[in-house]
């Protein structure tokens, strides 16, 4: 599993409410990483503190319609509304999922370069998506 996926896992299910206790938490199942890395993934994941400990922000910024891979897992084709296309892509972008290269955008179709299918559970997760919709 990749530290970022389990960093947002760690969020989505316990209560931490430090970043040292993010690190910690890390360190305990493997990953070695420092806190300015922590804080510069947290920003990336929206999470922002709530009622005291670091929650999740919005996953999602579009309605993704469609989710189809192909070319081996190298590249993921994502339909949604119109409009909303570019906005998903900055998202994705911004939020630099681990295995992604990039994205292009239309008005309602993003496709997303990827190193291979290691990259496709980073990215449902990313968009809110269940793993197994394909």
Same mark, same amino acid.
């Given at each position: 599993?990749?530290?970022?996926? @389990?960093?947002?896992? @760690?969020?989505?299910? #316990?209560? =931490?409410?430090?970043?040292?206790?993010?690190? /910690?938490? @890390?360190? /305990?199942?493997?990953?070695?990483?420092?806190?300015? !890395?922590?804080?510069?993934?947290? $920003?990336?994941?929206? &999470?922002?503190?709530? *009622?005291?400990? =670091?929650?999740?922000?919005? $996953?999602?910024?579009?309605?993704?319609?469609?989710?189809?891979?192909? &070319? #081996?897992?190298?590249?993921?084709?994502?339909?949604? *509304?119109?409009?909303? &296309?570019?906005?998903?892509?900055?998202? %994705? *972008?911004?939020?630099? +999922?681990?295995?992604?290269?990039?994205? %292009?955008? #239309?008005?309602?179709?993003?496709?997303?370069? !990827? !190193?291979?299918?290691?990259?496709?559970?980073?990215?449902?997760?990313? %968009? #809110?998506? +269940?793993?197994?919709?394909?």
């Amino acid at each position: 599993m990749d530290w970022n996926l @389990l960093l947002r896992d @760690l969020i989505a299910t #316990g209560r =931490y409410s430090t970043q040292v206790s993010l690190v /910690e938490a @890390l360190a /305990e199942r493997g990953f070695e990483v420092n806190q300015a !890395t922590v804080s510069r993934a947290l $920003r990336r994941l929206g &999470a922002q503190k709530r *009622d005291g400990a =670091y929650r999740l922000g919005r $996953r999602a910024v579009a309605p993704v319609r469609e989710f189809t891979v192909t &070319a #081996g897992g190298c590249l993921v084709v994502l339909h949604t *509304d119109a409009a909303f &296309a570019s906005v998903l892509a900055q998202r %994705i *972008d911004h939020a630099m +999922p681990s295995g992604v290269l990039g994205t %292009i955008a #239309g008005d309602d179709t993003v496709f997303v370069a !990827t !190193t291979g299918p290691e990259a496709l559970p980073a990215l449902r997760t990313l %968009i #809110g998506l +269940p793993s197994e919709m394909s």
